[in-house]
């Protein structure tokens, strides 16, 4: 068994917490948390599983560190700490863990990462032996291993498009749904995910991931932008009431241009209610999915709609992201300590979970 720690209890620790429960090669030896009050609580009940594991919650860092942890999935949120997040992953690979996270974008695709993201985790890698896998669902296997999957079932391939529709009223980080993407704010909010360049930090690697597996090379990353007020105020289950005239929905595309052309696209279409931007794409049913069209002969459309804690599509989307990160771990136990990426790291099978109950 591989002695794992899960970093982290929010939207996508409660989700590692019971993937590694549930993995037949990893054992759960101890979770970390940053909130007192979590402290000391059993982490069966801190996700939700209904039962203990007999793993209390902990906040020293340093001592889970010295135990020497085979593995550490870091679910901790990097979206507006992303220098604290690096710091905390550097430290555990350095350790010698296995690390595997969402919470670096641009390590996505490591080699375009800028050096100030790549070079702290390579120095790690070489002092310690540990290793580092980073993705996620979009960015991640929404627009890695899914679309490129698909694109081999063609005969000709012009143009992927991958995208993620989503109601954000069902997202339960309102700090990020407010302030990083911009609803419910003035329409002259310049929310920090959007601003230019912003959407290519975050979505360019997995362009360029594509376009590598492909065999093509990209002529530049262009992005596009459109937005949306809501014509009458919204009130939402977690995040309570966003006003009229305020934003309410956002539209963004960036693209892979391969000999002029947007071959390889990404777009997202983000709501906080259905009713806002109804001329949009749409998901099929429910709150959200993600979409990869492939435009050829023959032309192919696949979605996936994943749902978990009571049928939350934004938490069922985390549990995908976990799946592949706590299913490539012991893969990368096995592999040689470095830096990986989606197309390194196979997606595996569920091997040994068909049927079993979690212990």
Known sequence: MIPTVVWGTGNVGRAAIRAVDAHPALELSAVL??????????????????????VAAEDDVAAVLARGPRAVVYAASGDLRPDDALAD????????????????YPLYDHRGAPPEFREPVLAAVGEGGGSLFASGVDPGWGNDVLPLLVSGLGSTVEAIRCQEIFDYSTYEQEESV????GMGQPMEYEPPMLLPS?????WGGQLRLMAR???VELDEIRETLQRRPLAATVRTRT??????????????????????EPRLVIEHVTRIHPECAPDW???????????????????IEVTVKASDEGENRSAGGNATAVGRLVGAVDWLVDAEPGLYDALDVPLRPAVGKLGRRPR
């Open 281 to 299: 794409p749409a998901p099929p049913d429910g709150s959200g999915a993600h979409r990869v069209i492939v435009e050829g002969r023959p032309r």
């Open 239 to 260: 995040m309570g009431e966003f006003a009229a005239g305020t934003q309410g929905a956002v539209r963004f595309e960036v693209q892979g241009i391969v000999d002029g």
């Open 213 to 215: 597996a492909l065999g």
């Open 33 to 54: 948390v940053a909130n007192p009050a979590k402290v000391g609580r059993d982490a069966g009940e801190l996700a939700g599983l209904g039962r203990r594991l007999g």
């Open 89 to 104: 992953v550097v430290r555990a690979v350095r350790a010698g863990a296995v690390v595997v996270t969402p919470a670096l």
């Open 198 to 202: 912003v959407p290519t930090m975050v």
């Open 178 to 181: 407010r302030y990083l993407v």
